[in-house]
């Protein structure tokens, strides 16, 4: 049996499609950025014929509706709301990578809705935030052209991509049609992910699987999941890359048929597997507990209410950059220390946390005050802090213009010249 949702869904719910069995065990797909539910099409015909298989898009995903979601709890929500709609309460999960996300967030937060997980070329931190954030920043500039065109390269092999010219067009179509704003969301929710010191808490049967060759979540950070969640198993598939449901099917389904019919041993009958499939390692040794970000101390009070400061570094992390604030940081000495800290606390825990303007408007502000100021350095990190609240080089451009009028001519002509080294350096694609 086959359906497949109405696409007009309600912003709270995902655009979903079932195979299978109205009475088998439920298994959930996810799927990476930039994907659809069609990556998981060559595990269809061998999973649907013992679960009841949903596959859903992310918003703005393959003519989904483009509502973005801001957060991957955000995103797992939506997933909820429409499995209560079908009325789904326990089911099996995969995904892959931010679809693995998805996955761990439903682990740790709903772990009563899981029977068991494995998580496709995930992990625990999807490198850091200001590469995310970069990567919003190109789209918001150029469009998704530029990742629809690197997409083949961190997908897929060299030989797979060469020996597969029409998966390799699938695949950049994909990407073409994805709505920008959802794909620059997404990238924003997985800037913001970082479950390493939760791992522990993972209580459900996972199975980590990544492909050999994978160089945007790989080995490593297979291991550090299989480290830190208790039990888990660890599959490396040879011959793949971070698409390796699509690369190597028939392994990655096996890998898939024989953990799930695992879990459900008590209700279903274990499945035969071909035996030559990629071994599965034992579990591995726990690693070293990490305190949770922001918490490694007692909340602090000032003048009978909270201290900004931690509010203030997560808001000037997420603006500035992880790089530019470490080595702000970094630099501080007992000279300059108090300094460092006063910024963090006022300017950015006091004044940049108000609700009352967006982080959009704050930058305009921003902008046209360095400009009068001739504060050309600071200009120089808050033009890449318009770019990352936002802001498109066009309207950084009318912005400056602006300045001409209220500032003077001389101030607004030495802001282009930084403003522009910038905006090229910020919004260049990648190799």
Request: hydrophobic content about 40%.
């Amino acid at each position: 049996m086959e359906r497949v949702s109405d696409t007009q869904t309600p912003p709270k719910t995902l655009q979903y499609r079932i195979d299978g069995p109205d009475d088998a065990p439920v298994l959930i797909l996810g799927p990476s950025l930039g994907t659809t539910w069609h990556m998981w099409d060559r595990q269809i015909g061998d999973l649907a014929r013992q679960w009841r298989v949903l596959r859903f898009d992310l918003p703005g995903h393959g003519g989904a509706p483009a509502y973005p979601a801001p957060s991957v709890a955000e995103l797992a929500g939506r997933l909820l709301t429409t499995l209560d709609e079908l009325g789904i309460q326990r089911f099996g999960y995969a995904g892959c990578s931010v679809g693995g996300a998805i996955g761990l967030e439903l682990a740790l937060r709903h772990p009563h809705r899981l029977a068991s997980l494995a998580l496709v070329a995930t992990s625990p931190r999807f490198g850091t935030a200001d590469e995310f954030r970069q990567r919003g920043v190109i789209v918001r500039t150029n469009g998704l052209d530029p990742m629809a065109r690197s997409a083949p390269e961190r997908w897929f092999t060299q030989g797979f991509a060469l020996a597969q010219p029409a998966i390799v067009e699938w695949a950049v179509q994909m990407v073409r049609t994805t709505d920008p704003g959802c794909y620059i969301a997404t990238c924003e929710a997985l800037a913001a992910f970082d479950v390493r010191a939760e791992l522990g808490r993972v209580g459900v049967p996972t199975l980590v699987l990544v492909g050999s060759e994978d160089q945007v979540t790989g080995p490593a950070e297979a291991r550090t999941l299989v480290a830190g969640i208790p039990d888990a198993r660890l599959a490396l598939v040879p011959g793949a890359s971070h698409l390796a449901p699509v690369e190597q099917p028939s392994a990655v389904t096996d890998l898939l048929v024989r953990h799930f019919s695992s879990a459900w041993q008590d209700t279903l009958t274990a499945i035969p597997v071909p035996h030559a499939v990629p071994a599965v390692s034992a579990p591995m040794g726990p690693v070293a507990e990490i305190a949770p970000a922001g918490h490694a101390q007692p909340e602090a009070v000032t003048h009978g209410r909270p201290d900004p400061y931690e509010a203030g570094m997560t808001v000037r992390r997420a603006v500035l950059g992880d790089a530019h604030v470490d080595r702000a940081t970094a630099a501080a000495d007992g000279f300059t220390g108090d300094f460092q800290e006063l910024i963090t606390r006022y300017a950015w825990g006091e004044v940049w946390t108000r609700e009352e303007l967006d982080r959009r408007t704050r930058s305009v502000i921003t902008l046209t005050a360095l400009v009068a100021g001739g504060h050309l350095d600071e200009l120089a990190f808050h033009t890449k802090a318009a770019l990352r609240n936002g802001l498109t080089p066009d309207e950084i451009k009318e912005v400056l213009i602006h300045t001409a009028v209220y500032c003077g001519v001389p101030a607004a002509n030495s802001a282009f010249k930084v403003a522009q080294a910038v905006i090229q350096e910020e919004t260049t694609p990648r190799p």
